[in-house]
T-cell receptor
Framework: KAGVTQTPRYLIKTRGQQVTLSCSPISGHRSVSWYQQTPGQGLQFLFEYFSETQRNKGNFPGRFSGRQFSNSRSEMNVSTLELGDSALYLC????????????FGPGTRLTVL | GENVEQHPSTLSVQEGDSAVIKCTYSDSASNYFPWYKQELGKRPQLIIDIRSNVGEKKDQRIAVTLNKTAKHFSLHITETQPEDSAVYFCAASDNQGGKLIFGQGTELSVKP
């Protein structure tokens, strides 16, 4: 079974631009969570989607948003990019909200110049 | 608020020695505690997890212990090998499951 995939793997943007990242979960998994990983802050939870609905949200500004499609694929969007948004963005999928184990994708490395 | 503290931040051991990484969580509602291993440039990989109704779990050279009263959980790696070198993260979540709160990570170096 294929693992979690994320596209693109690398992105370079400039301040003020917006960006959309994509995550395809493991087949049959319906929950997708997003995390930001930086050297200074570590791994921080952004949000979780299940059945196209946001179930939980972390402490990030409204510039960070996401959505989930009927096939469980998820996208996250960051508007008005800031230098501090440079990070590795990881998504993780799990089968259902009743199961715990999350499997991570390879991440998207975003660099904001 | 929710917080997970992890120690030490770096750990260097000789091949064949044991390594222990400790975490403390703050949210009493936490009931699921996974450990992830992340090699340089790779995705975090789940290596073992434990739920609050279990005090200890073992998988070959890896074991995790949980003390719910003290809100502590630990990762134990025995007979370490150079390929164990990586950053290890502990995490905690509540019944919602989808929100993992991570520790800051431990960089483990196993010297041959």
């Amino acid at each position: 079974k294929a693992g979690v995939t994320q596209t693109p793997r690398y992105l370079i943007k400039t301040r003020g631009q917006q960006v959309t990242l994509s995550c395809s979960p493991i087949s049959g998994h319906r929950s997708v969570s997003w995390y930001q990983q930086t050297p200074g802050q570590g791994l921080q939870f952004l949000f979780e989607y299940f059945s196209e609905t946001q179930r939980n949200k972390g402490n990030f500004p409204g510039r960070f948003s996401g959505r989930q499609f009927s096939n469980s694929r998820s996208e996250m969007n960051v508007s008005t990019l800031e230098l501090g948004d440079s990070a590795l963005y990881l998504c993780a999928s799990r089968r259902a909200v009743s199961t715990d184990t999350q499997y991570f994708g390879p991440g998207t490395r975003l660099t904001v110049l | 608020g929710e917080n997970v503290e992890q120690h030490p931040s770096t750990l260097s051991v000789q091949e064949g020695d044991s390594a222990v990484i400790k975490c403390t969580y703050s949210d009493s509602a936490s009931n699921y505690f996974p450990w992830y291993k992340q090699e340089l440039g790779k995705r975090p990989q789940l290596i073992i997890d434990i739920r609050s109704n279990v005090g200890e779990k073992k998988d070959q050279r890896i074991a995790v212990t949980l003390n719910k009263t003290a809100k502590h959980f630990s990762l134990h790696i025995t007979e370490t090998q150079p390929e164990d070198s990586a950053v290890y993260f502990c995490a905690a979540s509540d019944n919602q499951g989808g929100k993992l709160i991570f520790g800051q990570g431990t960089e483990l170096s196993v010297k041959p």
